[in-house]
């Protein structure tokens, strides 16, 4: 079992919906999550981070966090074709010196 | 604006060769620099810390003889690819911690091998 998971889709949505994703992980010592957008051939960028347990929100993207499932979900609302990207979970653990655990990605498409 | 830089994008070797790829940060220092392997479709998977005045620290299963990384200084971490072979084909991508003491990373724009 790898240590986090993360449903590689792809996940198709029309323009304007709102888009769920999700990922959960085993390694109860992870605190500080991440999401990060890769389009094609390029780097990832971040978009939100969190730590511990929460909510956090940055314009149409909500980042959720709830420890006591393993669960993180990144939330984008009123969806844009701009958004069509693989989308990375990250995660890392407070004695893991900035290295970073990835969850294998979910590729959106929202079509027009 | 991009705060991690990596040179060259692309590049395309004949098999047997080496290639060296750079990452750079730009306005800040890094005492630690991370190097993944990315193949299509695929997450990152993290090749080995590359870490200022020490050696790097190589994940399991990474050949450190065959991908040598030097951590010149603190703004600039080299991958060498040795002995290229087709299997190597990869994107690969660079990472540096935010200055700020947060566990952010900055990520390079990436570099395309091709090994012919």
């Known amino acids: 079992q790898k240590e986090v998971e993360q449903d590689p889709g792809p996940l198709s949505v029309p323009e304007g919906a709102i888009v769920s994703l999700n990922c959960t992980y085993s390694?109860?010592?992870?605190?500080?999550f991440m999401w990060y957008r890769q389009y094609s051939r390029k780097g990832p960028e971040l978009l939100m981070y969190t730590y511990s347990s929460g909510n956090k929100e940055d314009g149409r993207f909500t980042a959720q966090v709830d420890k006591s499932s393993k669960y993180i979900s990144l939330f984008i609302r009123d969806s844009q074709p701009s958004d069509s990207a693989t989308y990375l979970c990250a995660m890392s653990a407070w004695n893991a010196g900035n290295m970073l655990t990835f969850g294998g990605g979910t590729r959106l498409m929202v079509k027009p | 604006g991009a705060v991690v830089s990596q040179h060259p994008s692309r590049v395309i070797c004949k098999s047997g060769t080496s290639v060296k790829i750079e990452c750079r940060s730009l306005d800040f220092q890094a005492t630690t620099m991370f190097w993944y392997r990315q193949f299509p479709k695929q997450s990152l998977m993290l090749m080995a810390t590359?870490?200022?005045?020490?050696?790097?620290?190589?994940e399991q299963g990474v050949e450190k003889d065959k991908f040598l990384i030097n951590h010149a200084s603190l703004t600039l971490s080299t991958l060498t690819v040795t002995s290229a072979h087709p299997e190597d084909s990869s994107f690969y991508i660079c990472?540096?911690?935010?200055?700020?003491?947060?566990?952010?990373?900055?990520f390079g724009p990436g570099t395309r091998l091709t090994v012919t």
């Open positions: 990472s540096a911690p935010r200055p700020s003491g947060s566990y952010e990373q900055y």
């Open positions: 390694n109860s010592a992870f605190q500080y």
């Open positions: 590359s870490n200022e005045g020490s050696k790097a620290t190589y």
